[in-house]
């Protein structure tokens, strides 16, 4: 579960992305850990090659977790902000809004850096009749596909010639201090444009989770807390409830309000098990409602879910959740009596 680790902070990051095998060689230079006063947004740990998880989970203790700011690129961070924003120990992390722009913008530098290493096709090779020629399109191929992501209304002849300068120790048609603040710009700009569509989306997903449980109250059986919780039984368990900050083991279902499934102890054949208050705000509170051995359906608004933040490439901002959620087991030494 989040708790605070000292780590270190690392200042110079190039690496390679490699899709066909979902891995991110990475260098990296690292300076000394900055003062408390000065705390870094996020470290990098454990970096070497790095295999992307199909969901984010514990991975070597639990102040460590696997982290990632697109389905593309994985790294190991720890956020010095210990937010329990965790569903469970398999489940999801949530990283602020300020860190998940850091880490696409590591991304952005992070293919930038992987271009020195690329190699040009010699003049009259028959494309793709060598090792060289596969490599050297490969490369060309992952960059295209995170750049095609990351900016619009690249000039391709322009970047080919960018590519070829590089790599070939020619002199830049512009200085290093220009590229940079070009590239500053229109990742700014596409931020800005993302910003934009985020706000749209969020207030999109607002209204249609608001319309939902407006309806949904209505239904027989539906019971509506006062925070805004909604949740039905559908099997009443006769045991114990648990207390604040017990440990549990659930199975669970959890999707989004068009029914798609993004995470389900279900399928990954075991339950989950953790603190009543490190999970989302809805699941603390059923959690605390349930007697062990029931089954409830929960319908979790956003605030109560992961808020206008959502988390990227699962849920969307301000999205509200249903879960199908079995109390299997309330922690023997923190239980209270079933009212």
Same mark, same amino acid.
């Given at each position: 579960?989040?708790?605070?680790?000292?780590s =270190?902070?690392?200042?110079?990051?190039?690496?390679?992305?490699?899709?066909?095998?979902n891995? #991110?060689?990475?260098n990296?230079?690292?300076m000394?850990?900055?003062?408390?006063?000065?705390p870094?947004?996020?470290s990098?740990?454990?970096?070497?090659?790095?295999?992307?998880?199909?969901?984010?989970y514990?991975?070597?203790?639990?102040?460590?977790?696997?982290?990632?700011?697109?389905?593309?690129?994985?790294?190991?961070?720890?956020?010095?902000?210990d937010v329990?924003?965790?569903?469970?120990?398999?489940?999801?992390?949530?990283?602020?809004?300020?860190?998940?722009?850091?880490?696409? =913008?590591?991304?952005?530098?992070?293919?930038?850096?992987?271009?020195?290493?690329?190699? #040009?096709?010699?003049?009259?090779?028959?494309?793709?009749?060598?090792?060289?020629?596969?490599?050297?399109?490969?490369?060309?191929?992952?960059?295209?596909?995170?750049?095609?992501?990351d900016?619009?209304?690249?000039?391709?002849?322009?970047?080919?010639?960018?590519?070829?300068?590089? #790599?070939?120790?020619?002199?830049?048609?512009?200085?290093?201090?220009?590229?940079?603040? @070009?590239?500053?710009?229109?990742?700014?700009a596409?931020?800005?444009?993302?910003?934009?569509?985020?706000?749209?989306?969020?207030?999109?997903?607002?209204?249609?989770?608001?319309?939902?449980?407006?309806?949904?109250?209505?239904?027989?059986? #539906?019971? =509506?807390?006062?925070?805004?919780?909604?949740?039905k039984?559908?099997?009443?368990?006769?045991?114990?409830?648990?207390?604040?900050?017990?440990? @549990?083991t659930?199975?669970?279902?959890?999707?989004?309000?068009?029914?798609?499934?993004?995470?389900?102890?279900?399928?990954?054949?075991?339950?989950?098990?953790?603190? =009543?208050?490190? @999970?989302?705000?809805?699941?603390?509170e059923?959690?605390?409602?349930?007697?062990?051995?029931?089954?409830?359906?929960?319908?979790?608004?956003?605030?109560?879910?992961?808020?206008?933040?959502?988390?990227?490439?699962?849920?969307?901002?301000?999205?509200?959740?249903?879960?199908?959620?079995?109390?299997?087991?309330?922690?023997?030494?923190?239980?209270?009596? @079933?009212?």
């Open positions: 579960m989040p708790r605070t680790s000292k =270190t902070v690392y200042n110079s990051i190039s690496g390679l992305y490699l899709p066909d095998r891995q #991110v060689s990475l990296l230079s690292a000394s850990a900055l003062p408390q006063s000065q870094a947004p996020l990098i740990l454990n970096c070497s090659v790095l295999t992307l998880p199909q969901r984010q514990h991975l070597n203790d639990s102040s460590t977790y696997s982290a990632y700011s697109e389905p593309t690129l994985a790294f190991d961070i720890k956020l010095n902000n329990p924003n965790f569903l469970s120990p398999e489940g999801f992390f949530q990283p602020e809004k300020e860190n998940a722009m850091k880490l696409k =913008t590591i991304a952005a530098t992070l293919i930038l850096a992987s271009t020195t290493s690329m190699t #040009v096709l010699a003049e009259g090779t028959t494309p793709l009749a060598t090792e060289k020629a596969k490599l050297s399109y490969s490369l060309g191929a992952m960059l295209g596909e995170r750049l095609k992501n900016f619009d209304n690249l000039d391709l002849q322009a970047l080919s010639q960018g590519i070829e300068d590089a #790599v070939s120790d020619k002199k830049l048609a512009l200085d290093r201090n220009d590229m940079i603040a @070009v590239i500053q710009k229109a990742q700014q596409q931020a800005e444009k993302m910003q934009k569509e985020m706000q749209e989306q969020a207030q999109n997903n607002q209204e249609k989770g608001d319309q939902f449980l407006k309806e949904n109250r209505k239904k027989s059986g #539906v019971v =509506t807390t006062d925070s805004g919780l909604q949740y039984v559908l099997k009443k368990g006769n045991g114990p409830k648990a207390s604040p900050d017990a440990e @549990v659930v199975h669970y279902e959890g999707k989004t309000l068009d029914g798609k499934i993004f995470d389900s102890s279900y399928e990954r054949g075991e339950p989950a098990n953790f603190k =009543t208050t490190q @999970v989302i705000p809805g699941w603390t059923a959690l605390q409602l349930m007697p062990e051995g029931s089954t409830w359906e929960l319908y979790i608004p956003a605030s109560l879910a992961y808020g206008p933040g959502g988390i990227p490439g699962r849920i969307g901002p301000n999205e509200l959740l249903t879960f199908k959620v079995e109390l299997i087991k309330v922690g023997e030494q923190e239980t209270k009596a @079933v009212n």
